[in-house]
């Protein structure tokens, strides 16, 4: 049973998306040679969209190189794309008309996979999360009031934590305090880039719970960026699955998770680790390597691994396919598309 | 580990996290005064300067007049404890007064080049792109010198005297400490904390100050220390060629350039102001040690202290 599935769910079509993002693409220039001139582009995030409605937890996965995290970084801003478009609530971020960056951060944070690395270490806790509104304005005093509440709100006493430096955390305490951090600027969504994957499977669960928590009671939306399938089929309610930069698939996660299309989402579910020593492996792992994004494969990027690769997977890019209108189930696949001239083009099972 | 349990009542969040913060000053400062060898260098140093700044008071003698009727007396000589110069001058009152000019010449140019070169490598580090390859190439042109040489040229083309040697040294000294800084900074800005610092809507400033310049900071001013036994040597070696200070004036490398005709005669006499750049240079570099040591956030905390 997921958390808080039963406040998503139908209603979402017709309300205005929380956050939709459109066509986002961003290109990593490679420097070389002894002038450092531009000598090729990592498409890095090619053509992502996507949306999140209110209340709901979308999960973003793939291999390590997929573009999961550049997502993040687009998003958050810290790195800057190079087309596409990011609404909040309808507002163009960015835009004349929208809303500014700094707008945007108030109402999207992040937190990231390595709590060591995501916390200043001459700060204590109680710097760290009084930091963030201060530097948005609140005055000390307020400022102190909330960190307080906000080490209570992760289950950490403020006695005995907000005097601590990182070092003198464990890694389930040091992420509780980067969740604190995220909230402390009351931010609607929060995007969690591998944010519990590095951390004990007792302590993960521990901060998958405080997540699930924190999401009822504060009203947030997350963007679940994690490979764990395990956790994403927990949490999440759509899944969005990404491979070499480009979205194959997405769908509500009773969707991906009983009828994946794309042979990627398929071979992805297959290297679940399971505990039924019953269930068997029907369908072949990934062979071989992701390609290298200086030079995707021409047409379907997947289409290297793909036990069915056709012709026309060479040939020409996959349309996005939507399959399943109740799911909103979108797949990136010439044998979803039966306007394509694969030759499983019919035959895959519905 | 410290009890972080507050008495009585709720907790004043804010009082106690201040408490704690001057707490791990205290704990720093407990480090250094358990450190012997840091306390040692430390006393020596400021016996060194406490003697130089008050060196007329420190002898009866005047480091300009000699007497050619006590020329190169040894040590232990009753009147002159560290015996005399090739002109008669009392050895001690020179090393007191050429101590002034030898410390000034070798704290000062390292002051200067952490101000400038510290600044020059947080804006190379920080603004990357093409800042970074401007600043760094350039710092890359003056680094190719080796250091004792490019003084020397310096000062050939400024000319001689304190202000020059200063300026020479300061020079000499910015681009390691650039390199250093600059890689400390690129480090650090792309660490996971600074991300988090400029998505909570912080400005560069800020970020700069509070999260790269904090974690820079110790690094770099232990490395100034440990330069400033170099730029002792570097100054001493700039008058030795006739390039720093000229004669009478007192100054180390001096004593040492002029006392050098005598090492055969006298080579006690004549290694003395050797010793005192020895040991003051020496001494700067274990104090830079101790230093890296107590500040070291996290070893401060690992032995419970």
């Given at each position: 049973m997921r958390p808080g599935s039963e406040t998503t769910g139908k209603r979402s079509s017709l309300a205005l998306p929380l956050l939709e993002v459109s066509h986002l693409s961003k290109a990593f220039p490679v420097r070389g040679g002894l002038l450092g001139r531009t000598i090729a582009h990592v498409r890095a995030v090619d053509d992502v969209s996507f949306v999140l409605h209110a209340g709901e937890v979308l999960a973003v996965v793939g291999e390590?190189?997929?573009?999961k995290s550049t997502v993040a970084q687009l998003l958050m801003h810290l790195v800057s794309r190079d087309q596409g478009s990011i609404h909040l609530e309808g507002a163009s971020v960015g835009a004349k008309d929208g809303i500014t960056v700094r707008q945007l951060r108030r109402s999207m944070q992040i937190v990231f996979q390595d709590s060591y690395a995501a916390l200043n270490p001459r700060l204590t806790v109680f710097e760290t999360l009084v930091y963030g509104p201060r530097s948005n304005g609140a005055s000390r005093h307020t400022s102190a009031m909330r960190a307080e509440k906000l080490l209570d709100e992760v289950g950490l006493d403020p006695a005995r934590f907000a005097a601590r430096y990182p070092h003198e955390l464990s890694g389930g305490q040091r992420q509780r305090v980067n969740i604190a951090r995220a909230l402390s600027l009351d931010p609607r969504i929060i995007i969690l880039d591998e944010a519990v994957s590095a951390l004990d499977k007792s302590v993960e669960a521990q901060i998958l719970n405080l997540l699930v928590t924190l999401k009822r009671e504060l009203d947030l939306q997350y963007i679940f960026i994690s490979h764990d399938l395990n956790v994403v089929e927990y949490i999440s309610d759509r899944v969005m699955v990404m491979y070499l930069g480009t979205v194959v698939e997405q769908a509500a996660t009773d969707a991906i998770f009983s009828r994946p299309r794309h042979p990627y989402t398929r071979a992805l579910l297959t290297s679940k680790p399971t505990i039924d020593p019953r269930r068997r492996t029907t369908e072949l792992p990934i062979q071989g390597e992701m390609p290298n994004p200086m030079s995707p494969p021409s047409g379907c990027r997947f289409r290297t691994r793909c036990p069915f690769a056709d012709d026309v997977c060479a040939a020409q890019v996959p349309r996005t396919i939507t399959v399943d209108q109740a799911a909103n189930h979108q797949v990136a696949c010439h044998m979803a598309d039966p306007l394509s001239s694969h030759s499983r083009a019919a035959g895959m099972p519905a | 580990m410290a009890t972080l349990d507050i008495p009585g009542g709720q907790p004043d969040l804010l009082r106690h996290v201040r408490r704690r913060r001057r707490g791990t000053w205290r704990r720093s400062a407990h480090r250094i005064l358990h450190d012997p060898v840091t306390l040692l260098a430390a006393a020596i140093l400021l016996a060194i300067f406490l003697a130089v700044l008050f060196a007329p008071y420190m002898t009866a003698y005047d480091p300009y007049v000699g007497s050619a009727l006590r020329r190169l007396r040894p040590i232990g000589t009753p009147g002159h404890w560290l015996g005399t110069d090739e002109i008669g001058r009392d050895i001690y009152t020179r090393l007191l007064f050429g101590g002034r000019l030898s410390l000034l010449a070798g704290v000062t140019p390292v002051a200067f080049a952490l101000l400038i070169g510290g600044s020059l490598g947080l804006v190379a580090g920080y603004g990357g792109g093409w800042v970074n390859t401007v600043i760094m190439r350039t710092m890359d042109m003056f680094y190719a010198f080796p250091s004792v040489l490019l003084a020397v040229a310096i000062c050939s083309i400024v000319g001689a005297g304190l202000t020059n040697t200063i300026i020479a040294l300061t020079i000499v000294l910015i681009s390691p400490i650039v390199r250093l800084t600059e890689s400390l900074t690129t480090q650090i800005r792309s660490l996971d904390f600074v991300l988090a610092a400029r998505a909570s809507g912080a400005s560069t400033v800020s970020i700069l100050t509070r999260h790269v310049l904090a974690n820079v900071l110790g690094p770099i001013l232990v490395y100034g220390t440990s330069l400033v036994g170099l730029s002792i040597i570097l100054a001493s070696g700039l008058t030795f060629l006739g390039l720093g200070v000229p004669p009478p004036e007192p100054e180390w490398g001096a004593m040492l350039s002029s006392l050098r005709q005598a090492i055969y005669v006298a080579p006690i006499n004549a290694a003395l102001p050797g010793a005192m750049i020895f040991i003051t240079s020496l001494c700067f570099n274990l104090v830079s040690d101790g230093l890296r040591h107590a500040l070291d956030i996290r070893a401060i905390n690992e032995t419970g202290i």
């Open positions: 390590s190189g997929s573009g | -």
